[in-house]
């Protein structure tokens, strides 16, 4: 079946950088891009940006520019998304999604907790 | 960027209760909306997209309507799997935006 497999909870100092992954399976990984939404504790849902994986064209989410960088693996049908210089307001889940750029998303990773604390 | 507006923000209603979401936007966005359910500590699920096409899968009580900046999610008769918390998504421009959610709760 079609899935999206997140890497584990992480824990951070402010300042540092975290790489959260997404495994996908089930299809062809280069038909789609991923995009990555997070979702900080109690609160609702923020599009970070999307990859494509076909050719690895980005879009990211102008608050988050110069700090995000979305890649892909091919040969492990994989994407990844790193993060740095974080803050404390940058503790959520963090998704990853299956989807194009612009389209509804069906497919999601089950969320990675990144905790950013000193 | 475009801004979603969700309302109410919370409701209570009891199993068989018609119940109905309201999504605004703050231009048109040519039916290019999603509806998501999310249940606590888990992915957001697809419920519609287009504004009013079900996802497979999904049951048929759920039903979305609406046009230019004004969208609409319905569900005819509230099951008790149903009480989670609603979010409409625009995927018209970059960034794609959420709306600020919507918590269906047990009266």
Redesign the interface.
Known sequence: QVQLVQSGAEVKKPGASVKVSCKASGYTFTSYGI?W?RQAPGQ????MG?ISAYNGNT?Y??KLQGRVTMTTDTSTSAAYMELRSLRSDDTAVY?C?RGL??????V????TLVTVSS | DIQMTQSPSSLSASVGDRVTITCRASQGISN?L?W?QQKPGK????LL??ASRL?TGVPSRFSGSGSGTDYTLTISSLQPEDFATY?C?Q???????????TKVKIK
């Open positions: 995009s939404v609702g849902l923020e599009w999307w879009n989410a102008q998704y999604a750029l612009w389209s509804a998303y069906s999601w990773g089950q969320g | 290019s999603a998501y992915a957001p699920k697809l997209y287009a996802e979010y998504q995927y018209y421009s970059t960034p794609l935006t959420f709306g600020g959610g």
